[in-house]
């Protein structure tokens, strides 16, 4: 008979032995049969980034019940393409990123391992999603965040999502968040981004630090709002990066250009 259960393909940027992977893992068991493939240590910050100078390599860490799990030495991106391309039995249903130990909200969409895989998904025209927690600890309490996971997950393997589209969802930390606000990336960016030092020669070297300056702090459509007022944000992602709106006002150009 025909295997009926969801296949979930499950990758995050932090590597396969983070806290976070683990509460992915565990919030979404039950929805159906699991496949991880994820990288062998930590990744943030390689957005969709791809290997293609060196080759892959791929070890199988274990496999148990309905839970299959990899590592590779590549980014969350290969990840997904490896997994879907190469790995999986059969198509996964959805593609889950996450849990993120920070936020991914905003800006970060931008630069983010783990919304890298999401959007990869999308390529795929799989329904996919990205999950971050707003804690940075290595340590973090992904307690209270996998009811959440787990009802957005269900609701998408039901309900599908456009193709090309994906979801950004981010997860204030602790007990008492207030609900979901479906919403929208909040404008701003990054200042004071880097800390200049000295290394052991005395030479000039640079930390990557600063803080997010938004620039709309009281739209209540906005996910840094959503998150700063105790919501779970979710915003829908799309690989399709045209600006729609400006194609007709510079049309022009064809002719002067």
Same mark, same amino acid.
Request: hydrophobic share 40%.
């Given at each position: 008979m025909e295997n009926k259960k969801p296949l979930i393909l499950i &990758? /995050?940027?932090d590597g396969y032995q983070a806290k976070g992977i683990e509460a992915l893992i565990d919030s979404?068991?039950?929805?159906g049969d699991i496949i991880v493939v994820a990288p062998d240590g930590p990744r943030s910050g390689m957005s969709s980034a791809i290997t293609s100078l060196q080759p892959l390599r791929v070890y199988l860490i274990s496999e148990s019940q309905n839970i299959k799990v990899y590592a590779t030495t590549g980014t969350p991106v290969d990840c997904v393409k490896?997994?879907?391309s190469e790995l999986a039995e059969r198509r996964p249903d959805i593609v889950l990123s996450g849990v993120n130990h920070g936020s991914n909200a905003a800006v970060a969409v931008l630069y983010s391992g783990t919304m890298g895989a999401a959007i990869e998904g999308a390529v795929f025209k799989i329904p996919s999603i990205g999950f971050s927690l707003l804690d940075h600890s290595h340590n973090a309490d992904f307690t209270y965040s996998k009811k959440n996971i787990h009802s957005i997950t269900k609701q998408v393997l039901e309900d599908g999502l456009p193709s090309g589209t994906c979801l950004n969802v981010n997860i204030p930390k602790g007990d008492d968040i207030k609900g979901i606000r479906v919403c929208r990336q909040t404008s701003g960016q990054w200042v004071n981004e880097f800390m200049q030092s000295k290394d052991g020669a005395d030479k000039d070297i640079y930390w990557l630090t600063g803080n997010f %300056? /938004? $620039?709309e702090p009281s739209d209540e459509m906005t996910d840094e709002w959503a998150l700063a007022n105790r919501y779970v944000s979710v915003v829908p992602v799309k690989v $399709?990066? &045209?600006n729609h709106d400006l194609i007709a006002s510079i049309k022009f150009w %064809?002719?002067?250009l």
């Amino acid at each position: 008979m025909e295997n009926k259960k969801p296949l979930i393909l499950i &990758t /995050n940027d932090d590597g396969y032995q983070a806290k976070g992977i683990e509460a992915l893992i565990d919030s979404v068991k039950d929805l159906g049969d699991i496949i991880v493939v994820a990288p062998d240590g930590p990744r943030s910050g390689m957005s969709s980034a791809i290997t293609s100078l060196q080759p892959l390599r791929v070890y199988l860490i274990s496999e148990s019940q309905n839970i299959k799990v990899y590592a590779t030495t590549g980014t969350p991106v290969d990840c997904v393409k490896l997994g879907i391309s190469e790995l999986a039995e059969r198509r996964p249903d959805i593609v889950l990123s996450g849990v993120n130990h920070g936020s991914n909200a905003a800006v970060a969409v931008l630069y983010s391992g783990t919304m890298g895989a999401a959007i990869e998904g999308a390529v795929f025209k799989i329904p996919s999603i990205g999950f971050s927690l707003l804690d940075h600890s290595h340590n973090a309490d992904f307690t209270y965040s996998k009811k959440n996971i787990h009802s957005i997950t269900k609701q998408v393997l039901e309900d599908g999502l456009p193709s090309g589209t994906c979801l950004n969802v981010n997860i204030p930390k602790g007990d008492d968040i207030k609900g979901i606000r479906v919403c929208r990336q909040t404008s701003g960016q990054w200042v004071n981004e880097f800390m200049q030092s000295k290394d052991g020669a005395d030479k000039d070297i640079y930390w990557l630090t600063g803080n997010f %300056e /938004n $620039d709309e702090p009281s739209d209540e459509m906005t996910d840094e709002w959503a998150l700063a007022n105790r919501y779970v944000s979710v915003v829908p992602v799309k690989v $399709d990066m &045209t600006n729609h709106d400006l194609i007709a006002s510079i049309k022009f150009w %064809e002719a002067i250009l």
